[in-house]
């Protein structure tokens, strides 16, 4: 009988290769790595210093017995651009040195590496740059300066362009605005990079002045400051109020005060102003004084004359539009102190003996005079307001009313408004409403006359 054996072998797993430029996986422990990496440079000119491929092992060692070709293509790159120079290069000791390398556009790229049987690498991203080409922009003259609002600067502002490389942008355009007025405001730099503003007029309002500097491709702009003061002083004009009203002999509540300020209406410090008086008699303190750092002047103070009328004050600046400024004020005689007697059928005026049986007492004063009520009679009297034109001015029940009421006094009531205040007795002075008519008490009422 033949006997028949079977033998079983197990399957392994076959190794695949990778693709010979190395971008697929495999069992390749050998590659390449950039040991120089490509760098910023400008179009046109050899990436410096020498991009280095090095052949290593899988423990990143230097293989120096390798003698690949390793080529060299752009990864990464504007459109139309071009990597020149020698592309492929044999290994010496394992390193490859691509001396020429060169590069048509700006841009940014990355270069990548092959080589047969080992696996290929990538370079960092660089730039390349055009040479002369405007990349910074920075002041140098004509900064920080201080002249008067609405005139020029005395140096014009002047920028330096440069390209990436850190030398001279020349022949590019330079765009200068700002505060104020520009002159020549699109000059073109020279061969040094530098390009220089026609002029530059502050604005007409002292502060801070700002002119800026641009240019394509430059990154930031250049900003130039420039201080604007006031000019000579110009005009003088009334600053405080006018108009015043206060007692003959009295001080004016509002010291006068004028301004100076110069073509535009800046306010201008330092101009010596003179008060005097010209109407009314009266005098002044502080007569000569000079504007402050906001251009105001105003007088130490202004008594007015003894005698009730107008009363005026001039203030002068030599050589100023608008100078002298005038100023009024109204002198009016102080406020009257009225005693009004309570007699048994009428009110009396200490004052001007208005008043009677049948007749109403009439006082006139000026506010802030007072007014008393004494009781002289021994009826019971009440002094009670009547319709009038200031509303709640008299307390109510201001009573004389006892067996002896001689002697008892209301007031001094104060009168603070202008108008006219009329009043009665509550029982008397009237014909209908509360209390009782009699015909001989018809003198029982009064009004009071306030005046400003």
């Known amino acids: ?14 190794a695949l290769a990778c693709s010979r430029d190395g971008e697929g996986p495999g069992p390749i422990e050998n590659h390449l790595v950039f040991t120089m990496q490509p760098s910023l440079e400008a179009t046109g000119d050899a990436i410096a210093p020498a991009v280095q491929v090095s052949v290593q092992d899988s423990s990143g060692q230097l293989i120096t017995n390798d003698a690949s070709d390793i080529t060299v293509e752009l990864a990464q790159g504007p459109s139309g651009a071009t990597l020149g120079g020698t592309l492929t290069v044999r290994t010496v000791n394992g390193v490859a040195a691509f001396s020429d390398l060169t590069l048509n556009l700006a841009g940014t790229y990355q270069i990548k590496a092959t080589a047969p049987n080992l696996r290929g690498t990538t370079s960092v991203r660089f730039d390349a740059a055009d040479r002369g080409a405007a990349y910074a922009i920075a002041p140098e003259g ?8 609405g ?21 590019m355009a330079v765009y200068f605005h700002g505060s104020g007025s520009v002159s020549g405001a699109n000059p073109t730099t020279d061969v040094n990079g530098r390009a220089v503003v026609g002029g530059w007029t502050l604005r007409d309002s002292v502060g801070i002045n700002l002119l800026y500097a641009s240019s394509a491709g430059a990154s930031d702009s250049a900003v130039f400051t420039a201080w604007g003061i006031a000019g000579p002083p110009a005009a003088l004009d009334r600053w405080a109020e006018d108009s015043q009203t206060t007692k003959v002999g009295g001080l004016v509540s509002v010291p006068p005060a004028v301004r100076a300020t110069d073509a535009y209406g800046n306010p201008v410090a330092g101009v010596q102003v003179t008060f005097a008086v010209t109407a009314g008699g009266g005098q002044v303190t502080g007569s000569v004084t000079n504007t402050d750092g906001k251009g105001i002047a105003a007088v130490g103070g202004w008594t007015l004359g003894s005698l009730p009328g107008v009363n005026t004050l ?39 003996g208005s008043g009677g049986s049948g007749l109403p007492q009439v006082d006139t004063i000026s506010v802030g005079g007072t007014v008393t009520w004494v009781w002289e009679g021994r009826g019971c009297h009440y002094v009670w307001q009547d319709n ?6 008299l307390p109510r029940d201001q009573t004389g009313c006892s067996s002896n009421s001689v002697g008892q006094r209301f007031g001094p009531l104060q009168l603070n408004r202008a108008g006219l205040y009329a009043y009665r007795c509550r029982r008397h002075g009237q014909v209908n409403g509360f209390g009782w008519f009699y015909p001989q008490y018809t003198g029982m009422w009064g009004t009071i006359l306030v005046k400003d």
Do not use: C, K
Request: charged share 15%; glycine share 6%.
């Open 388 to 393: 009038d034109v200031v509303s709640e001015w």
């Open 151 to 171: 005139e020029a600067v005395p140096v014009s502002p002047s920028v330096r362009l440069t390209d990436r490389f850190g030398d001279p942008a020349a022949e």
């Open 314 to 352: 001039s203030a002068t600046a030599v050589g100023l539009t608008g100078s002298p400024v005038s100023f009024i004020a109204q002198g009016v005689p102080p406020p009257q102190d009225v005693v009004v007697t309570v007699r048994d059928s009428y009110f009396h005026s200490t004052q001007n």
């Open 1 to 14: 009988m033949r006997r028949v054996f079977i033998v079983m072998l197990p399957i392994m797993p076959l």
């Open 142 to 149: 004509g900064d920080g300066q201080t002249t008067t609002v």
